[in-house]
C-alpha cells in the first residue's frame, strides 16, 4: 500500500501562488507515476497534472493550467510537488495527490490511479 498526504492548500487571490505537496509513505517503489486532480463542487474529478516517479522525468499537464502549474518530484523525500501561478477564480477546487502502479503515465483518468490522498482545499478569490 501507498499512502498519501497532501498539503499547502489555502486560501489566495486571483494572480497569487501556492505550492502544493504531496508526501508519500508506505510501498512507494510500486508507484510508477503521481498525478494531481481536482474537483469543485457539483463537478467531476479532473485532471491537473502527472509526472513519472522513476527513470526519466516525463510530466503531462490539462490544457486549462499549462503555462501556469508546474509539477516536479523530489525522489529521496518521496514527495511530489504542485506550483500553481497566476491563480484564477475557477482554479478553486478541493486538490487530490494520486498514485498509479501501471506503467506509464496514463491520461489523466482518475480510474488509472490506484492510491488517493484525502485531498486539500484551494480557494482562489477574485
Known amino acids: 500500500q501507498v499512502q498519501l498526504v497532501e498539503s499547502g492548500g489555502g486560501l489566495v487571490q486571483a494572480g497569487g501562488s501556492l505550492r502544493l505537496s504531496c508526501a508519500a509513505s508506505?510501498?512507494?517503489?510500486?508507484?510508477?507515476?503521481r498525478g494531481w486532480f481536482r474537483q469543485a463542487p457539483g463537478k467531476e474529478r479532473e485532471f491537473v497534472a502527472a509526472i513519472t516517479w522513476s527513470g526519466g522525468s516525463t510530466t503531462n499537464y490539462a490544457d486549462s493550467v499549462k503555462g501556469r502549474f508546474t509539477i516536479s518530484r523530489d525522489y529521496a523525500k518521496t514527495t511530489v510537488y504542485l506550483q500553481m501561478n497566476s491563480l484564477k477564480p475557477e482554479d478553486t477546487a478541493v486538490y487530490y495527490c494520486?498514485?498509479?502502479?501501471?506503467?506509464?503515465?496514463?491520461?489523466?483518468?482518475?480510474?488509472?490511479?490506484?492510491?488517493w490522498g484525502q485531498g486539500t482545499q484551494v480557494t482562489v478569490s477574485s
Open positions: 508506505g510501498r512507494t517503489f510500486i508507484s510508477y507515476a
Open positions: 494520486a498514485a498509479r502502479r501501471a506503467i506509464g503515465i496514463g491520461t489523466g483518468r482518475p480510474n488509472e490511479y490506484d492510491y
